[in-house]
């Protein structure tokens, strides 16, 4: 939870209010995520050497995890890559035996995905290409909460919301970050788009994850989907009156009226 604390702002405080398998389950999930994520995202490394550890990675993840070569993989980059990164043997091991197969593959998938998407150096070209990119960085983390709810506890979902709820996240740090992307020489938004079709893209999905949460009948489940989900509404809404964020205090306030709906 220390490491969780450390590497997500967003997922943090709504996996603390799951019941304690859901709560361990998830943020094991959520960190082998994460640890690919920081392979692709990170600043100091060249596109063939991220291609190369997440391709490698995602083959390692497809069989029983060989924890020592993961340790000879990434050894070379041990002092530029950040602990969640180099201890994705932790979280597996954290991960219940039950589930774990269905994360490694969701986590092999992303790490694929997203080598696919270095190599082609995030050039996004039209909406498919952004629904895809979107998908593999986002997408698949909602089918694998959805996996992750029936398993616990039989909570049945639509896999096709659960890509756009992910997705709407997503889309909200894509504008939220823009700036910051273009000055690395980045953009995610398709060629001829203006910043309002990507808001129009990204209500849309945020809109079909207001219908995925629907379906949720858990109480733990339901604010913890509905927390990062209220959070992505009110800074979609800053950002489209000018603010990068929200505030802190604005932050708590919705986490506090989350809590409140679901007594």
């Not at 063939?48 to 993989?73: G, I, N, V, Y």
């Not at 070209?125 to 895809?132: F, G, M, R, S, W």
């Not at 983390?141 to 709407?168: C, N």
Request: aromatic share 8%.
């Amino acid at each position: 939870m220390t490491v969780l604390k450390q590497t997500s702002r967003t997922f943090y405080i709504p996996i603390t209010f799951l019941e304690p398998t859901l709560k361990k389950t998830v943020a094991s999930a959520y960190l082998c995520m994460r640890a690919i994520d920081e392979m692709e995202d990170h600043e100091s490394l060249d596109g063939e050497t991220k291609q190369h550890l997440l391709r490698s990675t995602s083959s390692l993840l497809q069989h029983p995890f060989d924890e020592e070569a993961f340790h000879q993989l990434v050894h070379p980059y041990k002092d530029l890559l950040p602990d969640v990164s180099l201890r994705l043997g932790d979280w597996i091991a954290l991960c219940p035996t039950e589930i774990a197969p269905r994360v490694k593959d969701y986590t092999s998938t992303m790490a694929k995905g997203m080598a696919d998407w270095t190599e082609k150096e995030w050039n996004i070209q039209d909406k498919d290409d952004l629904d895809d990119y979107t998908y593999y960085v986002a997408g698949l983390v909602g089918e694998m909460l959805s996996d992750i709810w029936e398993w616990r506890d039989g909570t049945k979902t639509d896999r096709q919301l659960a890509v756009a709820y992910g997705r709407g996240l997503q889309t909200v740090n894509i504008l939220r970050n823009q700036q910051e992307d273009l000055e690395r020489g980045v953009s995610f938004i398709p060629e001829g788009w203006s910043t309002d079709d990507l808001f129009e893209y990204t209500e849309h999905n945020l809109a079909l994850a207001d219908e995925y949460i629907k379906d949720i009948n858990s109480r733990s489940i339901n604010m913890f989907c509905k927390i990062p989900l209220a959070l992505a509404k009110k800074t979609l809404k800053a950002l489209k009156n000018g603010r990068e964020k929200m505030s802190r205090t604005e932050v708590e306030k919705t986490i506090e009226e989350i809590k409140e709906e679901s007594l």
